[in-house]
């Protein structure tokens, strides 16, 4: 687990994912051509439950998408 912090509208909050997680968000945001800051306050106004748990979800969703050809 990696803890860091991350400023979502103004505010700075920490996250813990997992590198692997880390990694492929910075990745799926470089493809964005945003920041990780930006994909996670996206990430976190359509999200209903925990912030960390909503992160690991959309970077399954979206690798799924890739590789099923859908992104």
Same mark, same amino acid.
């Given at each position: 687990?990696?803890? %860091?912090s991350?400023?979502i @509208?103004? #505010?700075?909050t920490? /996250? =813990?994912?997992?590198a @692997?997680f880390?990694? @492929?968000?910075?990745a799926?945001a470089?493809g #964005?051509?945003?920041? /990780?800051n930006?994909l996670?306050?996206?990430?976190?106004r359509? %999200? =209903?439950g925990n912030?960390? =748990?909503?992160?690991? /979800?959309f970077v399954?969703?979206?690798? =799924?998408? %890739?590789? #099923?050809?859908r992104g």
């Amino acid at each position: 687990m990696k803890k %860091r912090s991350v400023v979502i @509208a103004g #505010h700075r909050t920490s /996250v =813990s994912l997992e590198a @692997a997680f880390w990694q @492929a968000l910075k990745a799926i945001a470089a493809g #964005h051509r945003c920041t /990780v800051n930006d994909l996670v306050t996206r990430i976190d106004r359509q %999200r =209903s439950g925990n912030l960390s =748990s909503a992160i690991r /979800v959309f970077v399954l969703e979206t690798l =799924s998408q %890739r590789t #099923h050809g859908r992104g």
